[in-house]
């Protein structure tokens, strides 16, 4: 054998040898095609490589298929055992590579409802099999990053971010609850304050695009009942959220999901909004609705199954308010 030929045998891929094989056990190119998930070109191209490498025809056309050359039922052994050792390399860098290990689900969640989802996830252990579960603020990027490919869904409120995203309804939040320092001077008027109180006091809101991107429900408010509130504060993370409530004497608003989670913060206190003072609130404003956000069906890296666990332990954290 020259070097010539020696050169172009090391120089087929894994896949040329494969149709080689499969080609020889059936005797039918399509069966390759099937087999492998190819067009049937490919398979002509690699069935023209195969002869030029080896400089045979490899395979003739008989009534009921293609039948092997001598060469080729000389060659079919050593390919099959080559194809062997392939597929175990395989399997032991596959099975390194995900040893004690489990697969890891990105998904974007708004932050108002993020801490109270990280926690019913964290006892959920029916979400086991799923594996980890990483979350991620939503924000301006996140409807891209879910449809690049580098998160896998996500939970918010802005159903604009992207046409090729399908999208599902998961919820709605209809209570309101008021969070201030605990030695705030509203929490003297318990149980019956109301909206006109809390604009006499610095209030803050955190951040959530799709809901308040440019004003806060208060000063919606404020404005239509020609109230002036004494300020209106942005913030766009919760540790600024809960300096400025302990420091600056400030009020806000959080979802009833959060509301147990912040009645455990140290120095903070949570009330209830009375319904009446939430029906003002919303006005004519529908109450904010949450949204699965992810990729067409055959663009998913989850199983149907765990996307069923996943919208129905959302969708129990949001009934639960």
Not at 7 to 29: P, W
Not at 111 to 125: E, F, K, Q, R
Not at 224 to 253: C, D, H, R
Request: with cysteine; glycine share 4%; charged share 20%.
């Amino acid at each position: 054998m020259t070097n010539q030929a020696i050169k172009k045998i090391s120089e087929l891929d894994v896949f040329c040898l494969q149709v080689f094989k499969i080609i020889f056990q059936t005797g039918h190119a399509n069966a390759a095609a099937k087999e492998l998930k190819v067009s049937a070109p490919k398979i002509s191209r690699c069935l023209n490589i195969l002869r030029a490498t080896f400089d045979d025809q490899l395979f003739y056309r008989r009534q009921f298929g293609l039948k092997p050359t001598p060469l080729a039922e000389h060659l079919f052994e050593p390919i099959c055992r080559f194809c062997y050792s392939v597929t175990k390399i395989e399997q032991v860098a596959f099975e390194v590579n995900h040893r004690d290990s489990t697969p890891i689900l990105n998904i974007a969640v708004t932050p108002g409802i993020m801490a109270s989802l990280s926690l019913i996830l964290s006892n959920n252990y029916s979400l086991n099999r799923i594996g980890k579960i990483r979350l991620h603020p939503w924000s301006d990027d996140s409807a891209e990053l879910i449809h690049s490919g580098k998160l896998d869904l996500g939970v918010a409120l802005d159903t604009s971010c992207h046409h090729d995203l399908n999208f599902e309804h998961l919820g709605t939040l209809d209570s309101v609850y008021l969070a201030g320092n605990v030695r705030h001077p509203i929490w003297a008027r318990l149980p019956h304050f109301t909206l006109n109180e809390i604009c006499k006091y610095p209030f803050l809101y955190l951040e959530c695009k799709g809901v308040n991107d440019k004003m806060a429900p208060l000063e919606v408010y404020s404005h239509q009942s020609g109230i002036k509130p004494v300020s209106v504060e942005k913030v766009t993370g919760k540790e600024q959220w809960y300096s400025n409530l302990l420091t600056m004497s400030s009020l806000a608003f959080t979802p009833a999901v959060e509301a147990e989670i912040y009645k455990n913060m140290p120095g903070i206190h949570v009330e209830r909004l009375p319904e009446v003072e939430v029906n003002k609130l919303h006005g004519n404003v529908l109450p904010p609705k949450y949204y699965l956000i992810e990729k067409p069906v055959s663009h998913r890296r989850y199983t149907v199954e765990n996307r069923r666990v996943i919208i129905n332990t959302i969708k129990e954290l949001l009934a639960s308010s």
